[in-house]
């Protein structure tokens, strides 16, 4: 049942139709608990409450899977926006991007064009950039862009995502980077991944531990707390600073941890999601637990 309902919000998450639709509509069905405005300004003031409370962001102009020059071109300009945003009112936040809202389906030298424009802007500022992973179809592709730029730029890291075989070579290869390590969001063939959450946990720790020994700096981002209580003993145990890791949560999931692990004195930084393109993240975010939808219940009997 529980697999049925998260292929029911993945198939959502890539409906065309209802994705272009959900840009009109203004924040619904619950997403404006998850998503931090469709503006830079409304963005920029939650941002300012978070950092008051000690909690570093990682910001999303949302959007994805776009297939046109002019809107990849029109979404590059608005990360140059938000660097400036970030610049001007000297915010503790960074950038968090997705290849194929800047092109990477269009063309990947296209894609690559308007990231050295981000990047260079970014380092500017000395503002770090982190190329978001998406599904298996874009990941080598990914990992080529930052190749690529990082023979000229050094503010740049990214994702692996646990449910992946390749997960622990790529750890491997780019353990000098800046790595936030996750579960994995996207609906993966068994030939690519780990199907079994079990199986998928453990690797995520694995990967985890691989990165915290040896590896540069980890940013661990999830919602589960055994996960989160693991990591605690396990730095402990090995004597590794907390200047060397992050813990990393959505914007609006579980923030009263959010708050103890900054009061416990744990790096920590709020993955901050804003924009009219809110529809795919909110029913990806459904799809992995669907008692998300408590959002969306609620919604509807408060109106
Ligand atoms: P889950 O396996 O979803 O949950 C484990 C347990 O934690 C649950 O059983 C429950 O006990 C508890 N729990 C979880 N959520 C809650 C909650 N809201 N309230 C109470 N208890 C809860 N994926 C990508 O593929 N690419 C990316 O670039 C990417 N970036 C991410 C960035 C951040 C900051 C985060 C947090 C996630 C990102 N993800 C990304 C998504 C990630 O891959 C997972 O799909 C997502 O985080 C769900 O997995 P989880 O680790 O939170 O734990």
Redesign the pocket.
Known sequence: MENAIRDFFMHLSQNKVLNQGAKRWGLKLGAQHVVAGTTIDEMIASIKKLNEKGIAC?IDNLGEFVYEKVEATGAKEQILNVIEAIHTNNLDAHI?LKPSQLGLDIDYHFCRNNLKEIVTKAKKYEIFVNF???DHARLQQSFDLLDDLSADYDNIGT?I?AYFFRAIEDIKQYKNYRL?I?????KEDATVAYQD?NEI?QN?IELIEWHLLNGKFT?I???????INHVKDFVKKHGIPKEKFEF???YG??EEMQYELVIDGYNF?T?VPFGEDWYGYFM?RLA??P??LNLLVKQVFNK
């Open positions: 990682t968090s978001d992973m998406e994702v995502q936030r996750v579960k994995g969001a996207y959450k946990d995520y940013s981002a999830t919602h589960d707390h055994y996960v990393q949560m959505l999931f579980r930084c993955y990806r992995e637990r008692q998300n």
